[in-house]
């Protein structure tokens, strides 16, 4: 086991150096960069994706020495090759530099915008598995029954409706539009937050996240708990199952004593990729619709901006931390199930 994981660690190496190098090289070919961005600015002219084919006739009315100057404040005055050898020294020791837009360092801006993830991600992840798993054991054991169509057809209805239309309807039913005004409108606290009990700040951070949380997470139940259902029905049906019934066990004790442990494998496997991924979860829409400033707002405007250090350094970090969830799925495997050997997987 110890060999697989050293070489699982060994092959992550090279697959975050392609997933930057590519990522980089698509970069250089994306006009209306950050210095073609300046320019324009000093100009006081409107950027314009069609017009930013040439640096130089971007540039016309500065001089030769005005542009070196442009081009070497964002670093542009080396060699494509150099400059990403250089990116990737500083990335690996966890250098991303400064933004070119926002005057902060990377990690900084990263930080600064993780509350409202973390908020939207965590609690996403923890309600789907809570509510999704012991649906899906009750749809599995009722099979076919009433309670399990018409849950299925809720759940289905739920997840053809967008996050985003779901968050605009909720604003307008619960929000003070045209109906009821029950839920605030905007941001993840009040604006007199600071001046709350502890009590009432915990309540009213709570009662901002009614709203977006319903919106995200109406569209991930049906995959969840469609999931456990087909689990649990897959290991229902086994022999196993009938022996244990047979030798006059309880419903309960066949289901929670011998199905629930083999069925709950796929489900505990991805625990470590949705846990990881519930703390740099960004959805713009979302965020757009709520007024909230998160990292998919911030990855958004970043790739609009062309702030090349936000978007590389957020996907090297995105794509470490990838690759170590995935280590870590398969590893639970051999925690839950230990019939599992990873010696002897070529």
């Not at 837009?101 to 509350?115: I, T």
């Not at 965020?287 to 590389?312: A, H, N």
């Amino acid at each position: 086991m110890y060999a697989y994981i050293l070489k699982r660690l060994l092959l992550m190496i090279p697959t975050l150096f392609g997933v930057m190098l590519i990522s980089f090289v698509v970069i250089q070919f994306v006009p209306g960069g950050p210095v073609e961005q300046m320019i324009s600015q000093l100009r006081g002219e409107q950027h314009s994706e069609a017009s930013s084919g040439s640096l130089y006739q971007g540039a016309r009315g500065l001089s030769k020495e005005q542009l070196e100057q442009l081009k070497s404040l964002y670093g542009f005055d080396k060699p494509a090759y150099e400059r990403f050898l250089l990116m990737m020294k500083n990335y690996v020791l966890f250098d991303f530099g400064e933004s070119y837009f926002h005057n902060r360092s990377v990690m900084e801006l990263v930080f600064s915008k993780l509350p409202v993830s973390i908020s939207l991600g965590l609690w996403t992840f923890l309600l789907t598995y809570l509510t999704c798993i012991p649906l899906g054991i009750a749809k599995a054991v009722r099979d076919g029954s009433r309670f399990d169509v018409s849950t299925s057809t809720l759940i289905l209805i739920g997840y053809a409706i967008p996050g985003f239309v779901l968050g605009i309807f909720l604003l307008v039913l619960f929000g003070g539009g045209s109906f009821w005004n029950f839920f605030p409108l905007r941001g993840l606290v009040s604006d007199h937050w600071a001046e709350l009990s502890w009590y009432a700040k915990v309540v009213d951070y709570l009662w901002h996240m009614v709203l977006p949380i319903t919106a995200m997470m109406v569209g991930s139940f049906a995959l969840m708990t469609m999931l456990t259902k087909n689990s649990f029905l897959e290991e229902i049906r086994k022999q196993y199952v009938l022996t244990a019934r047979v030798k006059g066990l309880g419903e309960n004790q066949v289901l929670y004593k011998h199905v629930f442990r083999n069925a709950i494998i796929p489900l505990v496997t991805g625990f470590p990729g949705a846990f990881i991924a519930a703390f740099f979860t960004g959805s713009l829409l979302i965020e757009t619709v709520f007024s909230l400033d998160g990292l998919g707002l911030l990855s958004y405007e970043s790739v609009i901006k062309r702030d090349y250090p936000v978007v590389l350094g957020t996907l090297y970090v995105f794509t470490l931390l990838g690759l170590i969830a995935k280590l870590l799925a398969d590893l639970s495997y051999v925690l839950i199930d230990p019939r599992i050997q990873f010696g002897k997987i070529d």
